[in-house]
């Protein structure tokens, strides 16, 4: 017996390949997040400068991350189509309430009726900040004379202070604010302590005076002499003798300002203690 020669059998032709088959690419499928895995979020501009808008801005490829992965912008002045005021999980406030312009109440109340969380951005929105100064007779708008920081005509959840805040300070509570409605136990833990006293900042709001500056950061030795507290009294309550702010109570009309204003009046051992681990989380959600 010997082997039969298979290749010397005749070969059956091959059929010709179809184009599509030969041409085909390789097809590489680019991992898109739904909508639904977003928060949604609303910027409601008032009265103010923009700078707040623009301090969001200069978070440049942070931005577009957000964007991309995190935030479904629903309306912006600026930066979406939509200007309507619609439903969102969160919204942010730029700028005071001119309470002469009917329309800009009741922007900012139903701003806080389709809102889950309200965040007051910068300066102005949480105790008024330049605006507060406004006597009337602007040159485009002579008429508006007298404005309020948000928190008094709604209820305000968050507060960014700053004028205007620092990009990362922004940026980092749309972070927090998205891993706290849809991150795991850890990482909802790890938000909130860094939410907190921005919360605790909304809770005092527009309540706070010059007592609560001493009570809080002078006596706690947490005053670093800046003289951010004495630049944003409206009332010049507030001067500085050896380094350090003193005030004088009977002048005070309790307006916050200096309280908001103050760097460390949101200081929180919270946030000292989990630091590492807040700005791992943050940074590696960014990535
Ligand atoms: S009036 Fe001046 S001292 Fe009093 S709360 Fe306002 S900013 Fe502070
Ligand atoms: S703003 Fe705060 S840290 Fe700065 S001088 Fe006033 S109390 Fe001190």
Redesign the pocket.
Known sequence: MFKKNVSAEPQKPVAPQKAADVAKPVETKKEVKPVADKITVGYTHLSGCTGCTVALADNYAGLLTLLDRYVDLKYMPTLADARHIQKVDVSFVEGSVCINDKLAVEEIKETREKSAVVVALGGCACYGNITRFSRGGQQNQPAQEAYLPIGDLIKVDVYIPGCAPSPQLIRNVAVAAYLLLKGSPEQKALATAYLKPLMMAADKGTS???CDLMTNVINQGLCMGCGSCAS????R??THEYGKPQ?ERDL????????NQCPRSWFSFDVVENYEAINETIMAALQ
């Open positions: 706070a005076c010059f944003a009294c409206p009332v309550a507030i005030g005070c009309i309790k307006c916050g300002a200096c309280y």
